[in-house]
């Protein structure tokens, strides 16, 4: 999954008062650092041109509050999405975000959050920066904040959450976060919609995203030339919005089936947001967008992944060999739509600029709020977009 | 920072031509105050930019010149966030009212800051809508909403205008023109938009703002039910959440509302009622039908007196009336009233609603309940009159120790109104110093100066030190008028 940081030193500190005295220690010497949860995303961005030391948020582990009437949680930042998934379902309830990785062993809040990392529940619950309500964060100076609250909905102060959110640690840790809960459905079904053709699969997800259906996730996905188009329902009888589904999808001229044992076709959809051995591009991009997609990636002899109705797409490119032209080539054909780099091996990644270009204008006022919150250049340096 | 000269308010007439640019007293008293009437300032000039262009200069020239400016979109907001500086430039957005680009392919919108929000679900209805809908949507900006980070009715369900913005063009304090975000998610880089929406018009000025639209619901099913008290109702919330039904709004009046409401809109509500719960369901029609006779169902057995359903279009919007009508009605009941904006955990509803019924007791004042129950948003409306000597103090006293009880509760401040010059005060309530000093580190990455609606938000003023680099002592500082972060 790429390379993994030099790391000298690896240390754990078990409260937010010893992890803000590390941080203020190392800015004093200017020694950089980098905050690792679960370490199942640590070849993400660019590689660091410094050595940095790791602090792990594993040590602060503890869901403080499980408000379930509220539908609400406070937990650590070093809890594992799955040790939460299991408290809160035992009400009956989730936090609708569901990366790759998050029902396993590593995946850590923390560390989601800080990735901006989301999973197919995005199309109907929105993804972190939409779920957390409150969190507190450690600046390189030891400076200790909070900002939000446990509550949700609430204008008070700056939404400081957001700006940690996707910031890759580069401003400071994430300490903890307050997350807004949902209700688990009671029933789930998905209609799937296959084809060659990925302008069929792109007026067949249209067509569902402007449908006045409530859909909990609506994917797109794209392996060896052909496609599927995949809508997923929940609530107390799925199955007959899915067959509904369907049956517009066949319309479409799509090849469909209905499945109400689903858990896997959405397990796959997960996972092939992350690669191990490819090279892994996200495309913030439009819905309009997905058949000159699906070209490229047939072009490029490329696997997709998508979330239809957001514009979101995940594409791996297999060879190595052919990745940095590969991830060029997506950019000319998919502009303005930005293609980051996730996943990538080594030899790739020094070959391809991960996160490409930035606008001017906004790269200088993204420094700025750098240099306010790690005046220290401490963090995390180097790793981010515009070699923040 | 000082005031528009001559020279400052010339520039503006030469960018903006001279009928936008009043400096006549008469002209400018219409902007002293947003929708709180109980703060008021004079601005120095009002200026009203025709573009983003023009905008952007403007602010440029007070950057240049070291004015504050605070930008004004329909003035409805309830926290004195739009209240000019005193002698300052204020840019009303009022003539940005374009639509920029309805791309419904990709459900998006792009408009300029001064377009109503009714406008945005008008131009992309019926098939689809933009669910932020704050009770003044008829006349309120997308400009002002995407400060304020507004909520709604339906905001329990849909989330607030922060979930719903997907790009701005930015023109920061300085004069610097940014594009953040676009159409789509995730772009590289901070949230700058995240960061932004809410920010109360302290980091700069939104010209154009692209929003996110969605299909709407192919069923909406409402109704109205009527109990002995606020806590029976609440019972009644409680119970639909536990059963996992996300209403698409839960909506509760007591009984001063109640009564405000009738008056205004003939409602047919009973005046001896203690609480009136409006539910709204949405989304696909089985589903819809199925959880709304469960809903009709959980109100009876709680104890509802009486249940109605909207049978058609017409009463839906009936029961909306009457629901929005709740603020402005209540002149009826009493001549001045300080409307609070308190969140709390939605179970500690009926502790706190006892709370603020102990409270208005012991103060002799009366406080109106119109709430967001669904969020635990709660519209305490503390009822006093100006005329009576010594009523105004008591009233305010009252409205703090209700945030404080709501604070206290575990909840916020403010849900939706914002901060503002009004309950800046009660941000210490809520946060330490170093929290307010990690906002203010926000605040000086866009606006350095200081000129972006200076006195709002921030329960002190602050100013920003030179980053990174030594201390040096700031003027202000030195005369021991500000504090450094």
Known sequence: MGPQPTVDTRQEPASPEALGALLSQASGRGAGVRFVGGATKLGWGTPSPRPLSAISLRGLNTIREHNAGDLTAVVDAGVTLAKLQAEVGAAGQMLALDPPLGDGERATLGGIVATGDSGPLRHRYGSGRDLVVGMTVALSDGTLAKSGGKVIKNVAGYDIAKLFTGAYGTLGAILGVSVRLHPLSPTTATAVGRSADPALLEAAALGLSHARVELQSLDLRWEHGAGAVLARFGGQSAAQPARDAAGVMGEQGLETEVSEDDAEIWDAQRAAQRSEEGTVVRVSGVQAQIAELLRSARSLDARVVGRAGLGLSWVTLHSAADAPTGVESLRSALAPSPCVVLDAPEEVRAHVDVWGAADPASLVLTRRVKERFDPAGICSPGVFTGGI | ?485
């Open chain 2, 1 to 485: 920072m000082s005031a528009p000269g001559p020279d400052l308010a010339g520039e503006l007439r030469s960018i903006c031509g001279d009928e936008y640019v009043l400096t006549h007293r008469h002209d400018l008293l219409t902007y002293e105050s947003d929708g709180l009437l109980q703060y008021a300032a004079l601005p120095g000039v009002v200026v009203l930019p025709g573009s983003g262009e023009e905008v952007q200069r403007v602010v440029r020239a007070c950057h240049r010149a070291g004015v504050p400016f605070v930008a004004r979109g329909a003035g409805s907001g309830l926290s004195g966030g739009a209240m000019p500086v005193e002698g300052g430039v204020l840019i009303a957005l009022s003539r940005l009212r374009r639509i920029l680009d309805v791309d419904l392919d990709n459900q998006r919108v792009t408009v300029e800051p001064g377009v109503t929000n009714i406008a945005v679900s008008e131009v992309v209805g019926p098939s689809h809508f933009y669910p932020p809908d704050p009770s003044s949507q008829i006349v309120c900006s997308i400009g002002g909403n995407v400060a304020e980070n507004s909520g709604g009715a339906h905001c329990f369900k849909y989330g607030f205008t922060t979930n719903y913005v997907t790009g701005l063009d930015v023109v920061l304090p300085d004069g610097e023109l940014v594009h953040l975000g676009g159409k789509g998610l995730d772009t590289p880089g901070y949230d700058l938009v995240g960061a932004f929406v809410g920010s109360e018009g302290t980091l700069g000025v939104a010209t154009s703002i692209t929003l996110r639209v969605v299909p709407s619901p192919e069923s909406v099913r409402t109704l109205v039910a009527f109990f002995d008290s606020t806590s029976e109702a609440g019972a009644v919330v409680s119970a639909v959440v536990a059963e996992g039904i996300v209403a698409g709004a839960m909506e509760m009046m007591d009984n001063l509302s109640i009564r405000a409401a009738e008056g205004a809109t003939g409602a047919g509500y009973p005046q001896d009622a203690g609480a009136a719960l409006v539910i709204e369901l949405d989304g696909s029609e089985s589903e819809c039908e199925a959880r709304f006779d469960q809903v009709v169902g959980m109100c009876e057995k709680g104890g509802a007196w009486k249940v109605r359903v909207a049978a058609d279009e017409a009463e839906r919007a009936l029961i909306w009336r009457t629901r929005k009508a709740a603020f402005a009605a209540m002149g009826r009941i009493a001549p001045n009233y300080y409307v609070q904006d308190s969140v709390i955990p939605r179970t500690k509803m009926a502790t706190v609603l006892a709370q603020i019924e102990e409270l208005a007791g012991e103060y002799d004042l009366q406080v109106a309940n119109v709430f967001h129950a669904g969020d635990g948003n709660l519209h305490p409306l503390v009822c006093y009159d100006g005329a009576k000597e010594g009523e105004p103090e008591r009233a305010e006293e009252l409205a703090g120790l209700i945030v404080k009880a709501c604070v206290d509760a575990g909840g916020s401040i403010t849900g939706e109104h914002g901060v503002g010059v009004d309950k800046k005060r009660y941000m210490p309530q809520m946060f330490g110093e170093e929290d307010l000093a990690t906002f203010q580190r926000l605040r000086c990455a866009f606006d350095p100066a200081g000129l972006a609606n200076p006195g709002k938000v921030m329960p002190t003023p602050r100013l920003c030190g030179e980053v990174p680099g030594p201390y040096r002592e700031h003027p202000l500082e030195a005369a021991g008028i500000a504090e450094r972060m």
